[in-house]
Every structure is written in C-alpha cells, then in structure tokens.
C-alpha cells in the first residue's frame, strides 16, 4: 500500500507552469487584498453551476469575508469539498467497478485546475480539501468498509501519480478529532464506531421525524436525489432482490431519510471543523451557502451531469468526454477502454484507435484537458510503423498527438521522411523544411525570441505567412493569411523538470468557457491588428479572431498574445471592431486550465499538433540546459 499520510495533512504547493505574471499579493494595502479576494472569487464562481446558468453566484458574497481574511493573512486559500465516497454498488447498470476510473481522475484534475488557476492571480494559491462522506452511508448501501477503503486509497493514489499537489484528503475521523493509527487495520475495526460518534455528537435524533419542517431548500434538492440513486444503487441489492415493490418502495424512502439523517450529522461536523472554508458540493443548490459545481463538465453549459461515482466516462471522437451510467452506452458503437488492468472508460469506436492493421498495436492515454499519449503496446517498434494518416486525423479533434516509446525519433533523415506521410511539407526560406528549435544564446534585439530560453506568447505559428489571391473578375491581388494546417515535433533534449514545458490551448475548450456576455457569435466578426519590433517587425491588420476549422468546421481562436516580457521581438495587439477589454478576456482564457495543457516533454516525444485547432506558447528555461526540439510544418 501506498503511504499517503502526507496527502492527509496540509496541501503542498507546487510551481505553476503559467507564463502570464497576473500574481499580485505581496506588500498589499488592504484594498488591494479585496482586490484580489474579489479576482479570486470570480475565478472560483466560474467553476459553478448558478454562474453558467444565470451569470451569477449568491454566494460570492457569502464567502468574501472568509477569503478576504485568508489573503490578508498571507494563507493559501482553503475549499471544502465532501465526496468521493465509493463507486455505487451497481456495477452492472451504472458503474464499471469498486475502484475509481478515468472518471475520478478527471474530476481531481479539474479540482486541482480550480486552484492552479488562483494561484496565477495570488502567490500563495489555494488548497482543496476533498473529505469522504463514505462512512457516513456505505452501511445503509450494503457497501462493504473495505470497499470504502480501497476506494479510498485509490484516490488518492491518482493525486500522487499526477502530482496533483494542490489537493489534500480529510477521513471522518479527522473531523471528529479520533486519534488513531493511519492503518486500513484500524479503519476496518472501527468504521461502525466512527460511524456512530458522528450521530451521537452532531445527530439530531427528531430530523427524521420531522424532515419536512426542517429541510431547507437545498437540503430538499439533496433528498431528491437520494431518492433518484436509490432506486439504481440498491438493485443488486440482496435484501432488496427479495423484496415485493411495496417492501422496495418501503425501503428507498426509509434509506433515503435515513442518509439525511446522517448528512445533516455530517454537516454538522464540517461545520464544527475550526478551519473557514469556501463550502463545494457536488449536489445542486441555490447557491447562497456553497458553490455547486459538476466534477466532470458537460458539454451543455450549467448542466450537473452525474458523480464519476455513479457513472462511466465516454469519450466521443469531437475529443469531449461525458458521463452517463453504464447501461446506456451502445456497445456497438462504444468500446471499454482498460488501464493497468482496470476498466477504465468507454470510446466512441473509430479505426483511428485501431493500429494493430498497420502493424502497430498501441496504447492510449487521454489527457487532461486535451490530448493523447500514444504509446507502442509491446517493446519500442521503429516510428516508421506509426500509421502517420491516423495520427494526423487524430489531431483535429484530439490535439496535441504525443508519441513516446518509439524507436528512431532523433533520426533526423527518419524523422523528415515520416514528415511526408502526414501531409504536404511546408519549406521555409529561414531553414527550409526543419527548423532547430534550442536556445542559441543571442542577447540581440533583433533576434528570433523562438530560438532562445524565453517565455514566449501564446500564438499560433505562421502569423507572418502569406499567400496572394487574385481576384478572378477585377484580377486585384490580395495578401491573405496562409499559416500552415499542423506542426510535428520531435525531442531531441529537454531542460530540467519542471521547466521548458509547451502549452497547448484547445479552442473548443475555450468557447466552452467563455464566460458571458462573450460568446462564439459575438467575437467571430471581430478583426484584429498587431504591432511588431525586433526581428518580427511588423504591422498588421484585418486579422480575424475566429476561423472555422477546415476538416471539423468547428469554430476556432486565430490569437497572438500581446507580449512585453522580453528582451527581442514585441507584440502590441488592437482590436479593429470591439471593445478592448475582451483583449484580457481572452489572455486569461487561453491560459485557463479547463482548456490549457502543461506538457512536459520526454527525450525522443514524437508530437502533432492542429494549428488550426489549437494555440500554443513554452515556458521558460535555464538558458545553459540542452533542451532542443526539431519541427516540421506541413498541410
């Protein structure tokens, strides 16, 4: 067993990756914290169920004062989040087993988004606490505590694996304050005892009598519910299977009062704990006490979806993921994808994930929030076998298209030929075909910021390719913007971990986000100009801010960041046609971790990215490391 106990304890921060300097919390007035409580409230109400609804949140106001004392004191900003308790018990109809899937780890991953997301706009981030209620009720279920257990464990397995440090762990017995042993000894032995001082300190021995009259609004949402996950939950139910309708019937609405009960007890408990927290919930409200949010987002905005323990993943081939319960997926046009072993979620059936006819079985490894690893099954077969037609399909949707495990990636002759199989090679007056991407220690203005160890802006490349079309009836030649369709990457070296990583925006995931009144239809009219120094001088104009994608037609952002941290080319942007202000609407978008991928490169990563479909910038290095990447565009 994996020793988590350091997961138990306070939230450890880590290094964000962000390129843009937003931070802004040391020497503050006391304005200023409220300032930057207010930014960081306005990032959390985003991840809500009431702001994507209605464009407001009830509770902003409620958790001010909390959040606002945690910046004045210099402290991370602390969440609560009861959940994760174990899988439902129907594993034939809604879930796919006992222990977490890609379900979970999609859901921390958000979670922990959530706080690396404040921790651009404050230096000293924010922590989730996630506190299982599955103690409270796997006796009422008739889920096994050892179930609960392993579940558990498995959780947080997943934070260990991912490096999800901003996430922590609180177990029952840490509200009630038992002391113990961190074994599963102990937690076998005395879950019924946990259990039971939880009613006897904050029950309320005449809720169930009197539930009606002392059920709040949200509270009633949360019966609802109860009641809906009982009549799936306890079907393979031994005592249930021997039950009539009437007896079943009997007992859903016993059981249902009966996890009321206890979560009115639980409740209770979190309220007691003596640290203040903005209160989450993966159940529906009105907003005012606790932001609702969904752990796995829909595709339709404000919609709760279901718990990734009461459901599967399915992952479509557009590269969107939604969750439904087991027994409604279609398995002829669905296949269950496995991982370590484990069933792990459900795909949309494609020959594009079918290599084994090419002659290269493979694996592959769905990112968060974007992106495929894509790893040989057996050995390290030659990268001539890669089926590179499939590859390139692969991005338009799924992007970026990793490739590790293969064999001759640093070939450079190998690497260029593959280059051809993916579509047409775009030669370049610079360097022609391949362009050596490593720093090459000039300090001169005038040189190429792309071939140093600095930050660079989220752009798309070719911004400066142009092609002439003439008009057929007046025969007037226009300059019209041809950037190439995709990028192909190999590593030759990386720079220290923890550096040198490339960000990858997908634009499906920044419309999804986009918050109001900015929509799809409101910016694709927009056009918009740059001004460039140092070796990209340069000025444009007439640039459109939303091209339709040509194999998907799927709206997607043409950006170029405006960028001043450097010491070579910079870029001023305007917009032609709207207000400014969505100029640091859409720089906090692209960098947004619902929709930005932090990749970090391994030696000899094969990678193919949509430039179309997607923005990309790097981050930083040490400017005497080796990292070194070779690129090809192509059509």
Not at 88 to 111: I, Q, T, W, Y
Not at 572 to 584: G, H, M, R, T
Request: negative net charge.
């Amino acid at each position: 067993m994996v020793d988590n106990k350091a997961n138990e304890a306070a939230s450890v921060q880590v290094m964000t990756t962000e390129i843009s300097d937003l931070s802004v919390s040391e020497h503050e007035t006391p304005n200023q914290h409220e300032a930057t409580a207010t930014k960081v409230l306005r990032i959390i109400e985003q991840y809500g169920l009431n702001y994507e609804r209605t464009g407001a949140w009830d509770g902003f106001e409620t958790f001010l004062p909390i959040v606002l004392g945690q910046i004045t004191r210099g402290e991370s900003v602390k969440m609560l989040l009861p959940g994760f308790p174990f899988k439902s018990p129907n594993f034939r109809d809604k879930v796919l087993s006992n222990l977490p899937d890609l379900g979970e780890e999609l859901a921390l991953k958000h979670l922990n988004g959530l706080c690396e997301n404040i921790k651009a706009v404050y230096d000293h981030g924010a922590e989730i606490h996630i506190t299982s209620d599955g103690l409270v009720y796997n006796d009422l279920l008739g889920v096994p505590t050892e179930d609960v257990w392993n579940f558990g464990e498995a959780v947080r397995q997943i934070t260990v694996e991912n490096d999800l440090h901003h996430l922590s762990f609180l177990r029952l017995w840490d509200l009630l304050g038992t002391s113990g042993t961190w074994s599963r000894e102990y937690y076998l032995a005395n879950a019924s005892n946990i259990r039971q001082e939880l009613l006897t300190r904050f029950g309320d021995p005449h809720f169930e009598a009197d539930m009606a009259n002392k059920s709040t609004s949200d509270m009633q949402m949360t019966h609802t519910k109860y009641l809906e996950f009982l009549k799936s939950d306890l079907l393979l139910n031994k005592k249930w299977l021997v039950q009539t309708p009437e007896e079943q019937a009997v007992t859903i609405s016993e059981t249902a009062k009966a996890m009321m009960a206890r979560w009115k007890a639980f409740s209770a408990a979190l309220a007691a704990h003596p640290t203040e927290y903005v209160r989450l919930s993966i159940h529906d409200s009105g907003g005012k006490d606790k932001l609702s949010m969904a752990l796995i987002p829909q595709k339709q905005r404000g919609t709760l979806g279901a718990t990734p323990w009461h459901s599967v993943v399915v992952a479509e081939l557009n590269g969107s993921y939604r969750t439904v319960q087991r027994h409604t997926v279609d398995l002829e046009k669905y296949e269950l994808v496995h991982k370590n072993g484990r069933p792990y979620f459900f795909r949309a059936k494609s020959e594009l994930f079918d290599w084994s006819t090419d002659g290269c079985d493979a694996t592959f490894e769905h990112l968060y929030p974007t992106g495929i690893i894509i790893r040989p099954a057996a050995g390290s077969p030659s990268m001539t076998t890669i089926p590179m037609k499939k590859v390139r399909a692969l991005t338009n949707t799924f992007s970026p298209i990793v490739l590790r495990g293969f064999a001759n990636t640093t070939e450079k002759e190998t690497f260029i030929n593959s280059a051809n199989d993916l579509g047409e090679v775009l030669v370049w007056p610079q360097y022609g075909v391949m362009a050596v991407v490593k720093d090459a220690g000039k300090d001169d203005k005038n040189a190429n910021n792309v071939t140093s160890n600095e930050a660079m802006p989220m752009h798309f490349d070719g911004i400066f390719k142009y092609k002439d079309v003439t008009d057929p009836v007046t025969g007037e030649v226009t300059k019209v913007l041809n950037p190439p369709g995709y990028q192909y990457f190999t590593c030759i070296a990386t720079a220290p971990k923890g550096s040198g990583y490339t960000l990858f925006t997908a634009s499906r995931l920044f419309f999804r986000y986009l918050t109001p009144p900015w929509s799809v239809e409101r910016l694709e009219p927009v056009t918009w100009g740059t001004h460039n120094t140092g070796f990209w001088k340069q000025d444009q104009e007439k640039l459109r801010l939303v091209v339709r994608h040509p194999a998907t037609g799927e709206p997607c952002l043409r950006w170029h960041e405006p960028w001043d941290k450097t010491k070579y080319s910079t870029c001023d942007v305007f917009l032609e046609n709207e207000d400014q202000s969505l100029i640091d609407v859409i720089n906090a978008g692209v960098y947004d971790w619902r929709s930005c991928l932090r990749f970090s490169w391994e030696q000899g990563d094969l990678l193919c990215s949509d430039n179309t479909a997607m923005l990309h910038t790097r981050s930083a290095y040490e400017s005497d490391c080796d990292r070194e990447m070779w690129r090809i565009h192509f059509d």
